[in-house]
């Protein structure tokens, strides 16, 4: 099976860094498929989820946005953070979700604000949805044959 090289790439250092079989991003315009020899390509991802197929495997991560390059020798994504779903701190990510609600209502007539309660709504959001649908994949996988 042929391979192409992943780099996610955060301003804390390499998230994810892996020969694998194909990703499927977030991007604006919709779900992105990468599989190798893609064309090259640059394009601005939204919050949201990552997936990577290596093997039978399949790991799934939480983006808050960022781009995602295809290069002819690998494929970059520069992530402002990014968190594989079992290391996302379900209970952080709800403590933020709240603040951010409150934030909300409080913000007024400030765009400033808002924008920025918004923006950490729906980094909190993601977040949540990433580590469920997880969680919810193993039971799956664990529940017995009927
Ligand atoms: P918080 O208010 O909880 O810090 P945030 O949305 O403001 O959330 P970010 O600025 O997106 O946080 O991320 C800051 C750092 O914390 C990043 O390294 C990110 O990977 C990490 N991080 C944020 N929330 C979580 C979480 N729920 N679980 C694990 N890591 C997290």
Redesign the pocket.
Known sequence: MSTLKLEIV???GV?YSDEVNAVVAPGIEGQLGILPHHAPLMTVLEPGQIMVRKGGEETFM?I?GGYLEVRPDKVVILA????RAE???????E??RK??EERLKAAGGSLVDLARAE??LR??MV?LRV?ESVKRRGAARTRPQQ
């Open positions: 955060t301003a804390e998230a939480a808050t402002d953070a990014a968190e290391e996302i701190d379900v209970a952080r990510a403590e933020a603040r951010a923006a950490a980094r909190s977040r580590a």
